[in-house]
């Protein structure tokens, strides 16, 4: 389980970088990116993922499916 | 006063006008012209108050502030430049500019991107794409009078609701997050630009590569990007 950010609506603003429990959004070449191998969800950590909600855009970072 | 009715270029200047003026409002500016002047207000009648008779009237309530700041008020209220103070705005119909992007800046003074978003003079609309920009509406981030809004900062953002971006030079905290709320990106500028600075900055983005969240609003599909970021992540 992991989540992913959607690069055509991440606008780079950073937020959600120093909020990650397991350190794994980094600045990409592009936008940021979550590292699939790392992220938990924030399970263990917080009740919900803390990256969704300090994100300002709607909808920009969903779970990974499969 | 009450049932003079303004010229919209003198209300403009003296719109202007007051933003020249520490502490003085365009409806505390009004209320020492309308000593000034006889009634009906006229563009000449205001043009012709001598700086003595300004800075006097309505009970000295300008008597404070400094002679350099009055002459430069009256002169804007005279306008002795030939030119208008706002540039005229051209019309625009979807497909004019293709893959452009509508953005607001905010502006005291319709020249530079020097205003705060939520008691500038004036949001200067424009539509932009790589090669041509054009100013499409001037809009106030005034609550019009007599009007109730919840919140005065998401009323000011619904009215530029249609713009991608907003270019200020400062908006608090609470108020960028109602803007981003209704998918308009707040862009606070490190230091005042002009609006042609601005706008030339935000071409030479579009004409480049420009992050994918801005290509989205050009209507540019960027497939390839997306396969080439892929591979490179394996």
């Known amino acids: 389980m992991a989540l992913y950010i959607v690069e055509a609506d991440c606008i780079s603003c ?18 940021f990116k979550i590292d699939k191998r790392t992220c938990t969800e924030c399970e263990g950590d917080f009740d919900v993922p803390q990256c969704v909600k300090v994100c300002p855009i709607d909808n920009c970072i969903l779970p990974l499916e499969a | 006063m009450a049932a003079n009715v303004l010229s919209r270029e003198l209300a403009l200047r003296i719109a202007l006008a007051a933003r020249t003026l520490p502490d003085v409002d365009s409806k505390g500016l009004l209320a020492v012209l309308s000593e000034c002047v006889d009634a009906p207000m006229t563009e000449s009648k205001v043009a012709s108050i001598a700086l003595e008779t300004f800075r006097k009237a309505n009970g000295g309530a300008l008597a404070h502030v400094d002679s350099g700041i009055l002459q430069q008020a009256l002169k804007i209220l005279s306008n002795n430049a030939p030119d208008k103070v706002l540039p005229d705005t051209q019309a625009y119909q979807d497909g004019d500019l293709p893959n452009s992007v509508r953005i607001a800046c905010a502006s005291d003074d ?34 019009p009078e007599g009007l109730v809004v919840d919140d005065k900062n998401v009323y000011r953002a619904e009215q530029l609701q249609d713009c991608k971006v907003v270019y200020v030079a400062s908006v608090g905290g609470p108020a960028a997050a109602k803007i981003v709320r209704l998918g308009i990106h707040p862009m606070r500028l490190e230091a005042i630009a002009s609006l042609a600075d601005v706008i030339g900055q935000l071409q030479g983005v579009m004409a480049g590569s420009p992050p994918p969240w801005l290509a989205k609003a050009m209507g540019i599909e960027a497939p390839d990007r997306f396969k080439f970021e892929r591979e490179a992540m394996g």
């Open chain 2, 110 to 143: 319709a020249i530079n991107v020097n205003g705060h978003f939520g008691n500038c003079a004036w949001f200067m609309v424009y539509q932009v794409n790589a090669e041509a920009a054009r100013l499409i509406d001037i809009r106030t981030a005034d609550i």
């Open chain 1, 14 to 31: 950073g937020d959600c970088e120093p909020v990650c429990p397991t350190q794994s959004i980094t600045e990409g070449a592009i936008v």
